[in-house]
Structure formats: structure tokens, C-alpha cells
């Protein structure tokens, strides 16, 4: 039911930024993964329903940032500091289903529901 649209994707060289986000149709614990050509899709940061409790996975950390803006139901993925192996497509995701609290975030995508349409994130050389 809910209904999540990523964007903010781009094309950017290595060392620059980028910010993406996503408009959720609810107030739900959410999270940003990735996707590579060929690979698997991977975790890479999660928020609570409350915004106060967050995690990111370490292939990302202290370059990305997740925040939400719960007034506009609004998660953000502030990306700094790019490599090209931070390449892929970038998919917000939102948990429907009961929530063990309000500062509980989630990593595995089998936790989640509802996924994005993607929003393509390519860092050149």
C-alpha cells in the first residue's frame, strides 16, 4: 500500500556529492539500498520511525548520512566523498509491517515491504 519515489540520482565525479530522497505515503521505518550491475542488492543505511536512531553500513560510513523529515515523510541519503565502487541503483525502502519500537531500525531487506522505483548513482574516475 505504501507507495516510496527516490530522487536525487545522477552522474558525479569521484570525491563529490550527491543527496537523494524519497517521498513516502507514510510514516514507516525506512532505509537506502544499493544495487550494482551484477552483484546483489546491499544494505546501506537505515532510520527508525522516530528519526532518532539510524545505522549505516560500514562500506559507506562516515562518507553517507541518513536523516527523514517526519512532517513531509521524507528520508534523505547525503552522499559525500564518492567512489566509483559507490556506483548502482539506489532503492528506498519502507516497513509496512509491526515495528518492535519506535527507535528500531531495520538492515535486512527481508524486512521491508515496500521498495522505490530506483534512482541510478554513477561516480566516474
Known amino acids: 500500500q505504501a507507495q516510496l519515489v527516490e530522487s536525487g540520482g545522477g552522474l558525479v565525479q569521484a570525491g563529490g556529492s550527491l543527496r537523494l530522497s524519497c517521498k513516502a505515503s507514510g510514516r514507516y521505518p525506512l532505509g537506502w539500498f544499493r544495487q550494482a550491475p551484477g552483484k546483489e542488492r546491499e544494505f546501506v543505511a537505515g532510520i527508525s520511525w522516530s528519526g532518532l536512531r539510524s545505522v549505516t553500513a560500514d562500506s559507506v560510513k562516515g562518507r553517507f548520512t541518513i536523516s527523514r523529515d517526519n512532517a513531509e515523510n521524507t528520508v534523505y541519503l547525503q552522499m559525500n566523498s564518492l567512489k566509483p565502487e559507490d556506483t548502482a541503483v539506489y532503492y528506498c525502502?519502507?516497513?509496512?509491517?509491526?515495528?518492535?519500537?519506535?527507535?528500531?531500525?531495520?538492515?535486512?531487506?527481508?524486512?521491508?515491504?515496500?521498495w522505490g522505483q530506483g534512482t541510478q548513482v554513477t561516480v566516474s574516475s
Open positions: 525502502a519502507g516497513r509496512g509491517a509491526r515495528i518492535s519500537g519506535v527507535n528500531t531500525y531495520y538492515t535486512q531487506s527481508r524486512e521491508y515491504e515496500q
